[in-house]
T-cell receptor
Framework: KNQVEQSPQSLIILEGKNCTLQCNYTVSPFSNLRWYKQDTGRGPVSLTIMTFSENTKSNGRYTATLDADTKQSSLHITASQLSDSASYICVVSAIGGSYIPTFGRGTSLIVHP | SQTIHQWPATLVQPVGSPLSLECTVEGTSNPNLYWYRQAAGRGLQLLFYSVGIGQISSEVPQNLSASRPQDRQFILSSKKLLLSDSGFYLC??????????????FGNGTRLTVT
């Protein structure tokens, strides 16, 4: 069964600090992995996509990594800002079949001033 | 550019009343369409998805139904709401031509409270 597990479930950090969110998956055969950001009361928005051949990809202060061998991904946020407070969701897609990706439950990040 | 509209933003309904949530997409054609539900503090649960007009797949047995009367319109319905139907409902679309490389584009959701 395809599964996506995220850790930690929640995280509180001070503004300006860095943090790393983790994602482990068992989706197979692997197609791609996306990180989404969901602000409170809004729909999720895609931050970055990782394919099998990619190890690292950055989007501003967000850097995603992928280890396809261990089936792990991380999202590193540098110099956090108050606006980074949100839920970060790891979503993994499999090759072929229907267009239904597998969602993790998300990590709730709170950035305090 | 493509946009997705979902309404209403909030809704309070009594138990046993009907429900109709509407979602429309602009700026694209032949999209995949999805309805998700998110309970408080929980992840997104896929309720229905559609790859074409009149083609609806249900992921979980429930009190809800979905319809796609037009290419870019997706409707979530219930004949009689239950307390357990409360939650945050999200509509999304993806580009079928891009397959699994297309992100899901979400609407801003409907907060449903069944009292």
């Amino acid at each position: 069964k395809n599964q996506v597990e995220q850790s930690p479930q929640s995280l509180i950090i001070l503004e300006g600090k860095n943090c790393t969110l983790q994602c482990n998956y068992t989706v197979s055969p692997f197609s791609n992995l996306r990180w989404y950001k969901q602000d409170t009361g809004r729909g999720p928005v895609s931050l970055t996509i990782m394919t099998f051949s990619e190890n690292t990809k950055s989007n501003g202060r967000y850097t995603a990594t992928l280890d396809a061998d261990t089936k792990q991904s991380s999202l590193h946020i540098t110099a956090s800002q108050l606006s980074d407070s949100a839920s970060y969701i790891c979503v993994v897609s499999a090759i072929g079949g229907s267009y239904i990706p597998t969602f993790g439950r998300g990590t709730s990040l709170i950035v305090h001033p | 550019s493509q946009t997705i509209h979902q309404w209403p933003a909030t809704l309070v309904q009594p138990v046993g009343s009907p429900l109709s949530l509407e979602c429309t997409v602009e700026g694209t054609s032949n999209p995949n369409l999805y309805w998700y539900r998110q309970a408080a503090g929980r992840g997104l649960q896929l309720l229905f998805y559609s790859v074409g007009i009149g083609q609806i797949s249900s992921e979980v047995p429930q009190n809800l139904s979905a319809s796609r009367p037009q290419d870019r319109q997706f409707i979530l319905s219930s004949k009689k709401l239950l307390l357990s139907d409360s939650g945050f409902y999200l509509c999304a679309w993806s580009n079928r031509g891009a397959g699994n490389n297309s992100p899901l584009h979400f609407g801003n959701g409907t907060r449903l409270t069944v009292t």
